[in-house]
């Protein structure tokens, strides 16, 4: 996948997802079946998981000095979703959302949309190398170059959307 194929992929992913939220009922979106997430919290999940990237991105210096470059061979985008299957998938403490009312749909929805146009913009900043071979830590996989976490990043949208999609069924 090039550069502006993947800032596309994730970019339109969480587009649909917002999109599809946005096209919910306010007793939809505050729903939940069996205790999983309402559809607002899982919309609230993906932005949370999104707040680290306008901080990290800016700063290629300082991502080669704490974390330095990749060691292995490069994983596809098939092969992270494959290694992110065999983690717990377990949401660290700062990634789970609190219960969200149907009243910050519009918040979220912005905040959304700000976050990923930034981060949209600090990734067409990297060069294809630059995204293969330097890397961020991701709190279930360890280190991944950029590219693979964006990889990820643009699966996490649609892995929620589809969740959602489950939980209003």
């Known amino acids: 996948m090039t550069k502006q194929e993947l800032i596309k992929a994730f970019y339109d992913n969480h587009k649909e997802m917002s999109d599809y939220i946005n096209?919910?009922?306010?007793?939809?979106?505050?729903?939940?079946?069996n205790d999983k997430w309402t559809a607002g919290q899982?919309?609230?999940?993906?932005?949370?998981?999104?707040?680290?990237?306008?901080?990290?991105?800016p700063s290629k210096e300082f991502i080669v000095q704490k974390f330095?470059?990749?060691?292995?061979?490069?994983?596809?985008?098939?092969?992270?979703?494959?290694?992110?299957?065999?983690?717990?998938?377990?949401a660290p403490q700062q990634f789970l959302p609190e219960q969200v009312s149907s009243e910050q749909k519009a918040t979220i929805t912005a905040d959304l949309q700000k976050?990923?146009?930034?981060?949209?913009?600090?990734?067409d900043q990297y060069t294809d190398e630059e995204l293969d071979t330097l890397v961020i830590p991701h709190p279930l996989l360890g280190k991944l170059t950029i590219r693979e976490m964006f990889y990820l990043m643009a699966y996490h949208a649609t892995h929620h959307l589809n969740q959602t999609k489950e939980n209003l069924k």
Request: hydrophobic residues 40%.
């Open 68 to 90: 330095g470059k990749i060691d292995r061979p490069i994983w596809s985008s098939d092969t992270v979703i494959e290694n992110y299957f065999k983690t717990s998938r377990q």
């Open 115 to 123: 976050i990923t146009l930034t981060i949209h913009q600090l990734l």
């Open 42 to 57: 899982q919309f609230s999940h993906v932005y949370l998981a999104l707040l680290p990237f306008p901080k990290i991105l």
């Open 23 to 33: 096209s919910l009922t306010d007793e939809q979106f505050v729903f939940s079946h």
